[in-house]
C-alpha cells in the first residue's frame, strides 16, 4: 500500500500542484497583458482627439509652405503643457519633415508606417491602433495622428502618446511594484507556513486519537490539503460533511482507521478556538465601549494636531524635533494613565 502510494499518489499530487502553479502564472501573465492593452486603448481614445487640436493651432504657420522655424515655438509651448508625448510632423509618404522631442533625444527611424495613420484618421481612434515609435527600431506605440494641409502638399501630425520620459516613469512604478511583490511573497510564505500548522493539527488529532495507527506526517502533507479545498464547496460550515466524506474516502487508500472523526476533531478545535476568541471580547465589551464613549466626547484627549502636521523646518531644526518629541511623549503618557486607570 506504501508503494502504491509513493508511486500514483504522490504523482497525483505533484501533477496537481504543478497545474495549480502554471495556471497561476498564466493567470498573472494574461492579467497584466491586458491591463497593458486598456490603459493603452483608453489612453488612445482619450487622446484621439489631440493632434486634432494641434493641426489646427500650426495651420496657419504652414500655409504657404512646410516651415519648421515658424512652427517650433508654437510646438515647444504645447509639449510643455504635456512632456509625457512626443510630436513628429510627417509628409504623405510618412518621412519625419520634424520632431520635438527632449534636447537628448535621438530618434532612431527616418520614416514611419502610414498604413496605421490612415487607419486611425478614417476610424477616429474608436479602437485601439498602435503605430510605429520612432524612437525605437521595431517598437510600437498608441498615437494620436491628424492630417496637416502644408501649401500644396498634405501631411500629418503624428503624436506619441507615452514618450521616453513616460517610459522613465513607468519603469520607476514598475519598480516600487516589484518591490511591493516581495510583500506579497512574504504574504504567501505565512499563508503556506499556516497551512502547514493545519496539517500538522490534523495529524496531531489523528495520533491523540487513534495514537500509533495514523498514516505518516508526509502523507498527510500529501492528502489533507486536497481534503481542505474541498471547503471551498459553498455549503454551511465549511462543507460540513462533504470535507468528511471526502477525507473518509482518501485517507483510507493508506490505511487511516477514521480520518473522518479526525477532521471533526479539527473542527472542534477551531470552533472552539473562535468561542474563546468572542468571550474573551464580551467579557471586555463594558471597558471597549467606555474607552469608544471616552474618545468621542472628548474626555480622552486626542493627540495635537501639531504632531500630525509637521513643517519642514521643524523637523530639520533640533529645537523643532526636540519639541515635538516632548509633545509626543506627552501625549503617550496620558493615553497610558488613562488606560491603566480604567484596568
Keep these: 500500500m506504501r508503494q502504491i502510494f509513493r508511486s500514483f499518489y504522490a504523482r497525483i499530487s505533484s501533477i496537481f500542484l504543478l497545474l495549480i502553479v502554471v495556471l497561476g502564472l498564466g493567470w498573472v501573465g494574461i492579467a497584466f497583458n491586458s491591463a497593458r492593452q486598456l490603459f493603452s486603448e483608453v489612453e488612445q481614445v482619450l487622446n484621439r482627439e489631440y ?8 495651420q496657419p504657420m504652414v500655409a504657404g509652405g512646410f516651415d519648421e522655424s515658424r ?21 504623405a509618404q510618412g518621412k519625419i519633415l520634424a520632431y520635438f522631442t527632449g534636447p537628448s533625444d535621438r530618434v532612431l527611424r527616418s520614416s514611419v508606417n502610414m498604413k496605421p495613420v490612415r487607419k486611425f484618421v478614417d476610424s477616429g481612434g474608436e479602437r485601439l491602433i498602435l503605430g510605429d515609435d520612432p524612437r525605437s527600431t521595431g517598437g510600437t506605440k498608441p498615437f494620436s495622428a491628424a492630417p496637416l494641409a502644408m501649401g500644396d502638399a498634405t501631411g500629418y501630425v503624428y503624436i506619441i502618446l507615452g514618450g521616453e520620459r513616460y517610459d522613465a516613469t513607468l519603469r520607476m512604478i514598475r519598480q516600487s511594484y516589484i518591490l511591493r511583490a516581495g510583500v506579497v511573497a512574504g504574504a504567501l510564505t505565512l499563508a503556506i507556513f499556516g497551512h502547514g500548522l493545519s496539517v500538522f493539527d490534523f495529524y496531531l488529532v489523528s495520533r491523540m486519537l487513534f495514537q500509533s495507527e495514523v498514516p505518516s506526517l508526509g502523507q498527510h502533507y500529501v492528502l489533507v490539503p486536497l ?46 478556538g473562535g468561542l474563546i476568541s468572542v ?22 484627549a486626542p493627540v495635537d494636531a501639531k504632531l500630525l502636521v509637521i513643517s519642514l523646518s521643524s523637523v530639520t531644526a533640533p529645537a523643532g524635533r526636540c519639541r515635538c518629541l516632548d509633545q509626543l511623549t506627552r501625549q503617550t503618557k496620558r493615553l497610558l494613565d488613562f488606560y491603566l486607570i480604567k484596568k
Excluded at 460533511?241 to 472542534?268: D, K, N, T
Excluded at 471597558?287 to 474626555?299: N, Y
Aim: cysteine-free.
Design 227 to 272: 481534503v481542505y479545498f474541498t471547503t471551498a464547496v459553498p455549503l454551511p460550515f465549511g462543507a460540513l460533511g462533504l470535507s468528511e466524506e471526502v477525507s473518509e474516502q482518501l485517507f483510507r487508500l493508506v490505511g487511516h482507521p477514521g480520518s473522518a472523526l479526525a477532521l471533526m476533531g479539527v473542527r472542534i478545535l477551531m470552533y472552539g
Design 71 to 91: 512652427v517650433r515655438g508654437a510646438i515647444h509651448y504645447m509639449m510643455v503643457l504635456n512632456p509625457m508625448v512626443e510630436i513628429y510632423l510627417l509628409d
Design 279 to 300: 468571550g474573551f471580547y464580551l467579557a471586555n465589551l463594558r471597558q471597549v465601549r467606555e474607552l469608544t464613549d471616552q474618545s468621542s466626547d472628548g474626555s480622552l
Design 51 to 58: 493632434a486634432r487640436s494641434i493641426a489646427a493651432e500650426i
